[in-house]
């Protein structure tokens, strides 16, 4: 199914966000900077995250995005997990499709990379499970119905058939924090982002598949 661009339901998105790439009824268009999204955005996705100097922290691409409609465009920033946002992000990612990513974690990174890798090999939660103890000492094994993971995301934004919609890599991560019942950062927090960093770097040299589809 994800390799069926037709079958695969992430395009919906897709379709979605390269409308929104064109919109300027609001001002100006993501397109009136940066043109053709397959020329401009092209690796842009495979870098992400990524430390933002202006802000002097790192971002993934939904924050820039963010970032960009509120100081470029002067518009508000879109809702974590919106369809809008969701879009944007999917058609941004399906430029760098096949790529492989290349995020840094050295210089400025480097603060936010070393917390993502404590988070990830820290136990939480009331199941007292650490990210490593699934998806690296683990994975392939069965837990309840479920094969656990390498924990890759390269395929974020993807399609889950178990939301029956598009998510996000932080909605997925904050799903498995719900699963070993453990407290959840909202959407978008530096938490969530730092881990999002030490997964980029953990999956470097893997092509991104977004919009992926999985289970």
Same mark, same amino acid.
Request: with cysteine.
């Given at each position: ?92 990612? #399906?430029?760098?499709?096949? &790529?492989? $990513?290349?995020? +840094?974690?050295? /210089?400025?990174?480097?603060? *936010?990379?070393?917390?993502? !890798? ?73 938490? #969530?982002?730092?881990?999002? &960093?030490? $997964?980029?770097? +953990?999956?470097? /040299?893997?092509?991104?598949? *977004?919009?992926?589809?999985? !289970?």
């Amino acid at each position: 199914m994800q390799s069926d661009d037709l079958a695969n339901p992430g395009f919906l998105w897709v379709e979605r966000g390269e409308k929104s790439w064109n919109d300027s009824k609001s001002g100006a268009s993501c397109a009136s900077c940066h043109g053709e999204a397959s020329g401009s955005m092209r690796g842009v996705a495979a870098r992400y995250p990524a430390f933002d100097a202006a802000s002097g922290t790192v971002m993934d691409l939904e924050a820039r995005i963010n970032d960009c409609r509120v100081r470029r465009q002067k518009q508000n920033p879109l809702a974590r997990e919106s369809d809008d946002l969701l879009g944007l992000s999917a058609y941004v990612a #399906l430029q760098s499709r096949g &790529l492989p $990513l290349s995020t +840094r974690i050295d /210089g400025p990174a480097s603060a *936010a990379f070393d917390r993502g !890798r404590a988070f990830y090999n820290q136990r939480h939660g009331q199941m007292n499970l650490s990210c490593a103890q699934c998806h690296d000492q683990n994975w392939g094994k069965r837990i309840y119905a479920e094969t656990l993971s390498q924990g890759h995301g390269n395929a974020f934004p993807a399609y889950k058939l178990e939301w029956q919609t598009l998510g996000s890599l932080q909605r997925r991560i904050r799903a498995c924090l719900f699963g070993i019942r453990a407290e959840m950062p909202p959407a978008g927090a530096s938490e #969530l982002t730092d881990l999002e &960093l030490f $997964l980029a770097w +953990r999956a470097q /040299g893997l092509p991104l598949e *977004a919009p992926g589809v999985r !289970r």
